[in-house]
Each structure stands twice: as structure tokens, then as C-alpha cells.
């Protein structure tokens, strides 16, 4: 017993003096060099985040297999974090991990997190994972994404328009051909508005089923799923995403808005198709209230 209790200060007093160096160090980096230092900082939170990422979806997951739930009855926030690494998640996590992957291997060596450091320098966005973006790179690099996805925001409103010409009821027909002619003008429509024509997606040629394969092609870009599958692989994973977005919603809206943080908020639009990284708090609030009102109601 005292040798396991001696073992143990030794270790104790190691860890500390480890510690104690380590601060040194950083305080000489932030002083000497504050470039590197904030790449250095954004690297060391970026690989505790990852393991606490990790250690909180094995820990969702064991409450799962113990208390037999679905992924649909957890809480919002957990519901939220698995859903990253769901099959219908979309391929933004898993190109997270392919870059993770390599990144772990350089940085086993001993002091080799320096070349990490040197790549989130020079290749931030390519060879990195958001985990080691700085703050301003978080900001910049969604910018850069929202910019692909926005591209195709025109060709899905004109798909709609090119498909409501085949819709059998005239009054709803003209009615959502005003709505394609507002949004290309720039105008947003209301809730009550799109509610109004909810029917016109139920079948053909507006159900999901039943839409033309480059309107499929435009709804995957927008939600950063790959287009490049052949159409049946494309429309179910389309369906997949759109339903996990579905249940979020309701948890969501079990949860309150009102109990998300301002970068859980921010995190929701962005997922649902608004670029929410220069939006205050409240904005975002209002969006997700308005996009609640009509995903909440729709079967």
C-alpha cells in the first residue's frame, strides 16, 4: 500500500510540474510570438473538444442500449450531437473525421503538433477539421460554405415554379407561382402563405418521390449532401435529412427556444438553411420561431 500510495505522489508531483512548464510555455509563446500562440491555443481546445465530443456521443449512445430509446425520444441537445454521426447526417461530419484521421496520426509523434500548427497556418479550411478554426476562420469558413449553398437557392425556386405548371389546382397553381415570383424578387413570404400551399407537396410533381432529379440534385446542395449518386441513393438520403431535421424540430420545440445558448441558436439556422453567423441572438430567435410555426404544423 505505500509503495502504490508513493507511486502515486511521485506521478501527482510529475503531472504538476508538467503543468507548471507547460503555463510557462504558453506565457512565453503569448508574449513572444501571439500569432502562433492563437494557433497553438486553437489547436490544444480543439483536440479537448474532440475527445469530449467523442466521450459525450459514447455516453448517449450507452444510455440508449441500457434504456432502449430512439434516437427520436432523447433531448434536444443530445438528439442534436448524434445526429451528426447518424447514416442521414449529411457528409459534413464525415469529412470532419477523413481529416481528422491523418491529422491524429501527424500529431502522435513527440512536439509533432507543430506541423499541425503549420497547417492550420497555411491550409486551415482544407486540411483541418472545425475544431482547430480559429474564431475569425469559424466565421469565414461558414461564410465560404453558405456561399456554395446559397448558389443553389435560385434553382430550387425556379424548379418549383417550372413544376407548379403541372399542378391540377389552378387557384393553388397561381398561388404558388406568386410566391416563386416574390422570393426571386428578393421579398420573404410568410408563414401563413406557405402554409396555405402545403397540399401542392404531398404528390406529384411536387412530393418528394416525384421530383425531377436536378430539383433533387439542387435540394442536396443546399443541405451539403453529395449530388453525385444516382437518383433513387439521392432521394433517400434527401428524405433521411429532412426527417432528422423534422424531429429536431419538435424536440426543439419541447425544449424551448428560450433555453439554447446563443451558438446553439446560431447552430440550428445555419443547419436549416440561414446563414446566422452575423446575426445577434434575438434574429436568430425569430427566424427559428417563424421556421417552427410551419415545420411543427406540417405532417
Known amino acids: 500500500?505505500?509503495?502504490?500510495?508513493?507511486?502515486?505522489?511521485?506521478?501527482?508531483?510529475?503531472?504538476?510540474?508538467?503543468?507548471?512548464?507547460?503555463?510557462?510555455?504558453?506565457?512565453?509563446?503569448?508574449?513572444?510570438?501571439?500569432?502562433?500562440?492563437?494557433?497553438?491555443?486553437?489547436?490544444?481546445?480543439?483536440?479537448?473538444?474532440l475527445f469530449l465530443e467523442f466521450k459525450e456521443i459514447r455516453k448517449i449512445k450507452s444510455k440508449m442500449h441500457h434504456q432502449r430509446l430512439s434516437i427520436h425520444q432523447l433531448p434536444y441537445r443530445d438528439m442534436e450531437r448524434l445526429r451528426q454521426v447518424?447514416?442521414?447526417?449529411?457528409?459534413?461530419?464525415?469529412?470532419?473525421?477523413?481529416?481528422?484521421?491523418?491529422?491524429?496520426?501527424?500529431?502522435?509523434?513527440?512536439?509533432?503538433?507543430?506541423?499541425?500548427?503549420?497547417?492550420?497556418?497555411?491550409?486551415p479550411r482544407q486540411f483541418l477539421i472545425r475544431y482547430f478554426w480559429t474564431p475569425s476562420q469559424q466565421v469565414e469558413f461558414l461564410d465560404a460554405y453558405d456561399t456554395i449553398r446559397r448558389d443553389s437557392y435560385p434553382q430550387v425556386v425556379t424548379n418549383i415554379a417550372l413544376a407548379a405548371r403541372s399542378l391540377p389546382e389552378p387557384q393553388l397553381q397561381k398561388r404558388l407561382q406568386e410566391l416563386c415570383a416574390e422570393v426571386q424578387r428578393g421579398s420573404q413570404p410568410r408563414v401563413a402563405e406557405l402554409y396555405a400551399v402545403r397540399s401542392l407537396f404531398s404528390g406529384s410533381p411536387l412530393g418528394l418521390n416525384k421530383l425531377q432529379v436536378s430539383h433533387v440534385k439542387a435540394l442536396s446542395r443546399v443541405l451539403?449532401?453529395?449530388?453525385?449518386?444516382?437518383?433513387?441513393?439521392?432521394?433517400?438520403?434527401?428524405?433521411?435529412?429532412?426527417?432528422?431535421?423534422?424531429?429536431?424540430?419538435r424536440a426543439m420545440l419541447r425544449l424551448g427556444l428560450g433555453q439554447l445558448s446563443e451558438e446553439e441558436l446560431r447552430a440550428a439556422?445555419?443547419?436549416?438553411?440561414?446563414?446566422?453567423?452575423?446575426?445577434?441572438?434575438?434574429?436568430?430567435?425569430?427566424?427559428?420561431?417563424?421556421?417552427?410555426?410551419?415545420?411543427?404544423?406540417?405532417?
Open 224 to 249: 451539403f449532401l453529395t449530388p453525385h449518386l444516382p437518383a433513387f441513393f439521392l432521394r433517400h438520403r434527401l428524405q433521411s435529412h429532412v426527417l432528422e431535421i423534422r424531429h429536431l424540430d
Open 269 to 299: 439556422c445555419y443547419l436549416r438553411g440561414l446563414n446566422s453567423t452575423h446575426l445577434g441572438k434575438s434574429e436568430c430567435r425569430a427566424w427559428l420561431e417563424q421556421w417552427l410555426g410551419l415545420s411543427c404544423k406540417l405532417q
Open 1 to 49: 500500500l505505500s509503495t502504490k500510495a508513493g507511486s502515486r505522489s511521485v506521478i501527482a508531483a510529475l503531472v504538476s510540474k508538467a503543468k507548471h512548464i507547460n503555463r510557462k510555455y504558453e506565457r512565453f509563446l503569448e508574449r513572444t510570438f501571439p500569432r502562433f500562440y492563437v494557433l497553438y491555443a486553437t489547436f490544444t481546445r480543439g483536440v479537448q473538444a
Open 86 to 123: 447518424q447514416p442521414g447526417a449529411g457528409d459534413t461530419f464525415r469529412r470532419d473525421v477523413i481529416k481528422a484521421i491523418p491529422i491524429g496520426i501527424i500529431a502522435i509523434p513527440p512536439f509533432a503538433n507543430f506541423l499541425v500548427i503549420v497547417l492550420m497556418y497555411f491550409f
